[in-house]
């Protein structure tokens, strides 16, 4: 793009004076743009935070009436578009939509409402921009007329200036360089002007008046170009001065510098160290096949890439090698080479080595203790395995030698009641069924605690189970106890789980039986069996009515034998929720509970989409 010079001073000064203008507009536009996002930002996660303080008790206590009033407080602002309120269980709770609001771009907000460390549901908020936006467009369309009006005054201001302060007279510099050109140096240049134009014309003087000069000194600079020749060979020797002062320095590390022919396997330089690190005088490193005698037999592979192979310049080559000391220690070094190719068309091998026996004697250390902690995990392992077997077979016989003495026990008290029932007051036959019991008892809780053992090493058969039609199988077989009692049971459907069948259905008889047993106070039974996300995992639940418990005791809710309601109220010996909690975690999974007083309680549990190899071994 070629242009003039009037074209191109009044483009460079339109675009120094309007560029800046339109930038800082710009940016200022950009910014207050950005500051009007900020600020809808920060409105809008302030509306969602005072909509989930607002909506923990609504939601808690499930009342949307009380939530109301806060939903059109927040309505009121007429930027929000929607706004949507959901329970984590009955799904949407309160709900406010103003469509006709939506201008622009619609944001959505969503937050989680928890309390006392629960999750009972979510926020939802839209908010639109469209009215922060419209007002920095109209301040753009001002700003852009504001600039027209700039560059039109701008323009008939640069043309009259440019052509009676510049152009003119830079014709005359013009014609006075022509000048200079054709060695016209007897004519002086005259500027009266004080301004730039007349300091350039004042300064063409003086390169007239210095080309007159220079020409007189050419003779001079000759002579010079001589002491320069001389100059140069002084610096030449500094040269190798310094190159012999860097060779000193490399000769004095821990790294030995070499080169060597790989045809003849020999060194044809190497550092004065290596006489330290195998105690041979130069002359044997120097010496034909110098590595073919003292590099170890079991080493020597590495080195035939090196010196057999053909070799490509700049081909990198690092190994680790044994070398034979004089002494007959073999000494650990590190070889480092490159490959060039000389005048000749000769490879030339060149590199580093470096002494590397320590860290060498260090690592065999260290594989020597590795392979002990192998051993000794080995042995740590295989008793843990006996210790385990022998734990096994000591329940077993203690099961059995208990057993024993029971049936000796129950039997002749039986003998008792049998033969001497006429003997015997009613204060003795009264004591003698207490032993029964206490024997029954006894008998069910040594079952229960086999069961247990069972339960944590039986074997984890995973395949596809229906949770759906296990279910309704689990709640017919339960119902059928007691066809007259009013029930309403809600299971979701196409629920399914990579589980063992056997040990899930005992599991999920507990958790459905539970339910089944403590909602029996109320008039009708109302149990559900489902599936839902927490915290985007996949998690199952069984729900009741029923009279729940408090949360204070939640910890030894799976305690064995622990009951959080007597014998006379619910029959159970106390051990299935923990059987459930030994199955759900022999999947990998988790159970917990929330509960309400008088108000029913949740079962969560969660198995796990990819079993692990463990569990499939």
Wanted: aromatic share 8%; net charge negative.
């Amino acid at each position: 793009m070629n242009l003039s010079l009037r074209p191109t001073v009044i483009l460079a000064i339109l675009l120094g004076l309007l560029l800046p203008a339109t930038m800082i507009g710009y940016f200022s536009l950009r910014n207050e743009l950005a500051a009007a996002e900020k600020n809808i930002r920060q409105d809008h996660e302030r509306l969602v935070e005072i909509l989930v303080l607002g909506m923990q008790e609504p939601l808690w206590n499930l009342a949307p009436e009380s939530g109301k009033p806060l939903l059109d407080s927040v309505m009121s602002d007429p930027r929000v578009v929607r706004i949507v309120v959901n329970d984590s269980s009955l799904g949407v709770f309160l709900t406010a939509n103003k469509p006709e609001r939506r201008l622009r771009q619609l944001s959505s907000l969503s937050h989680l409402v928890s309390k006392q460390g629960n999750v009972i549901g979510n926020v939802t908020l839209e908010l639109d921009d469209g009215l922060a936006k419209k007002a920095i467009e109209r301040k753009q369309q001002q700003y852009i007329f504001a600039v027209f009006l700039q560059l039109l005054f701008s323009l008939g201001l640069i043309l009259f200036l440019l052509n009676s302060r510049i152009l003119r007279p830079l014709e005359k510099l013009t014609q006075q360089a022509a000048q200079l050109a054709n060695d016209q140096l007897d004519r002086p240049f005259i500027w009266h002007r004080e301004d730039e134009i007349g300091q350039l014309g004042s300064a063409l003087e003086q390169t007239r008046l210095a080309l007159r000069e220079m020409i007189g000194k050419l003779e001079q600079k000759n002579l010079q170009l001589e002491a320069d020749l001389m100059s140069r060979q002084q610096i030449e020797s500094a040269l190798r001065v310094s190159e012999d002062r860097m060779r000193r320095l490399v000769e004095s590390t821990r790294l030995i510098p070499w080169d060597a022919r790989p045809e003849e396997w020999r060194f044809t330089y190497v550092g004065p160290q290596a006489q330290q690190l195998l105690n041979y005088p130069l002359a044997v490193w120097y010496s034909e096949g110098f590595l073919s005698s003292y590099l170890h037999p079991d080493d020597r592979h590495y080195a035939y890439p090196l010196f057999a192979d053909s070799h490509q310049p700049g081909q990198i080559h690092e190994f680790e090698c044994r070398l034979l000391a004089a002494s007959g220690k073999e000494v650990w070094v590190q070889i480092m080479a490159s490959c060039d190719i000389d005048s000749s068309g000769r490879p030339h091998l060149q590199g580093f080595l470096f002494d590397i026996s320590q860290r060498k004697q260090s690592e065999i250390h260290l594989e020597k203790y590795r392979h002990h902690l192998e051993e000794v995990i080995e042995e740590r392992s295989r008793e843990l395995a006996a210790s385990t077997h022998e734990l096994e077979i000591l329940t077993n016989i203690l099961a059995q030698d208990l057993r024993t003495p029971l049936r000796t026990i129950e039997g002749f008290s039986q003998v008792l009641i049998d033969d001497y029932q006429d003997q015997l007051d009613n204060n003795a036959r009264n004591y003698l069924q207490r032993i029964r019991g206490g024997i029954n008892g006894m008998s069910s809780r040594i079952d229960d605690l086999l069961m247990l053992q069972q339960f944590s090493r039986a074997e984890i058969r995973l395949q596809e189970i229906n949770l759906t039609a296990m279910g309704h199988d689990i709640m017919d077989e339960i119902t059928m106890l007691q066809p007259d009692q009013p029930c309403e049971i809600l299971i979701d459907e196409d629920m399914h789980a990579q589980a063992d069948a056997r040990l899930i259905r005992i599991a999920l008889f507990n958790l459905l039986e539970n339910a089944w047993k403590y909602s029996q106070t109320k008039p009708v039974i109302k149990i559900s069996f489902g599936r839902t996300q927490v915290n985007g995992q996949l998690v199952y639940y069984v729900a009741d009515e029923g009279i729940g418990f408090n949360m204070a005791s939640a910890k030894s809710l799976f305690t064995p034998f622990h009951r959080l309601h007597s014998q006379s109220q619910f029959s159970g010996n106390g051990i299935g929720l923990t059987a459930t909690q030994r199955i759900i975690s022999r999947h990998g999974g988790r159970i917990w509970a929330k509960s309400t007083p008088d108000e029913g309680t949740i079962f969560y549990f969660t198995l796990p989409v990819n079993a692990p190899d463990s569990l499939q071994n």
